[in-house]
């Protein structure tokens, strides 16, 4: 037994809970007091980024991958989605426009696609560092050996994103019965020791995750002290063997995101398109428990329903400049101010 208010101060003022106090807190807070943990974050947010939300432009350039995750809609075993890779003509196209509507930070997101090697990748990257010498690129294409993310690093990436998706072993191989946990854990240390700048993170409702569980996630992200962090909530989709599930809901991923911003004070965190698919002012709603950062599409218009995770994916129909424009709006009518510019950890310039 622990008083919520004595754990919410605690959280607030030291960084930091014992895994069975998080469970606890997760477990056994009320609407009243969820509303003082989303205060608490916000103050923490805006001590370290005050009312910034950095902006990064997504090109999501594969939807070919390799590996079978129960719960994502692009697995290797779902024979409806139609395949797409964008060719480096074409990404580096959608980094041309991006760069135009004053986008400074790339994020190139895929499946596990074999084609895209590094080699070929670092031909992109380097491309677009040439052209554009003022932007970070940031990847996010999963798991590849202590080389390849070195010679992706080599060829000028500056960020990599892999959610750990859950830190307790038992869930993690319930999710991907493929795939070892060891070598997710051990990809995220490579790419911290390498000196990337990194984000881990996970979905919050999957089925069989407890307040145990999310509790464990906390604690490893404490422990790792990632530069970002990606938190949202998970969503069925229909072709995968999770289908009939019920999935994550935005209040829950609220809770996990005002607890990940005061336990990883300086984190970027951003207010995920799948918040906003759950609901109208989902990503509002993020920003006010402690995200900052969004990542509006950049990807063709042709490609985006095709980059579907999950079901009912929000914006697939928009131009890049249309979706810009929105989540300005959407930013400022939350009382934030969207910032274009690079947008590092304060933890870089703090390290000097
Ligand atoms: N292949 C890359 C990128 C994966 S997509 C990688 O392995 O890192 C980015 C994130 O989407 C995943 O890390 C996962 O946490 C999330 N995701 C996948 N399926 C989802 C679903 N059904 N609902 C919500 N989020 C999902």
Request: aromatic share 8%; proline share 4%; net charge negative.
């Amino acid at each position: 037994m622990y008083s919520i208010d004595t754990l919410l101060e605690k959280l607030y003022i030291e960084n930091n809970l014992q895994k069975d106090e998080l469970a606890w807190l997760i477990g056994n807070i009320s609407d009243e007091e969820k509303e003082s943990l989303f205060d608490y974050a916000l103050k923490t947010r805006r001590r370290y980024y005050g009312n910034k939300v950095y902006m990064r432009g997504l090109i999501e350039f594969s939807n070919i991958c390799r590996q079978n995750c129960l719960y994502c809609g692009l697995r290797a075993s779902n024979s409806k989605v139609e395949r797409y890779r964008l060719t480096r003509e074409e990404i580096l196209d959608c980094c041309r426009e991006g760069y135009g509507l004053g986008y400074r930070t790339f994020v190139l997101q895929s499946g596990e696609d074999p084609w895209y090697t590094a080699e070929r990748l670092g031909d992109i990257i380097r491309g677009i560092k040439s052209l554009f010498p003022d932007t970070a690129v940031t990847l996010s294409i999963g798991e590849r050996s202590y080389e390849e993310y070195k010679e992706l690093l080599g060829a000028g990436a500056d960020r990599y994103l892999l959610r750990h998706e859950a830190a307790s072993r038992e869930l993690y191989e319930k999710l991907h019965p493929d795939m070892d946990f060891d070598n997710r854990i051990n990809c995220l240390k490579n790419l911290k020791s390498l000196g990337y700048q990194v984000g881990a993170g996970f979905m919050v409702g999957l089925p069989g995750q407890t307040p145990q569980h999310l509790a464990e996630d906390l604690c490893f992200l404490k422990k790792l002290e990632p530069h970002m962090i990606g938190i949202g909530p998970f969503i069925p989709h229909s072709e995968t063997p999770l289908a009939g599930e019920k999935g994550g809901t935005v209040e829950d991923t609220l809770v996990m995101l005002a607890i990940a911003r005061l336990l990883v004070p300086d984190s970027l965190m951003p207010a995920t398109t799948a918040m906003g698919s759950l609901h109208k002012k989902g990503r509002e709603l993020a920003l006010k428990a402690g995200a900052n950062v969004v990542m509006p599409n950049l990807s063709p218009v042709s490609v985006r329903a095709k980059y579907e995770i999950y079901e009912g994916k929000i914006c697939t129909g928009d131009e890049a400049a249309h979706c810009r424009h929105c989540i300005e709006g959407r930013i400022r009518s939350a009382g934030f101010e969207a910032d274009m510019g690079r947008g590092d950890s304060v933890r870089l310039n703090t390290s000097l």
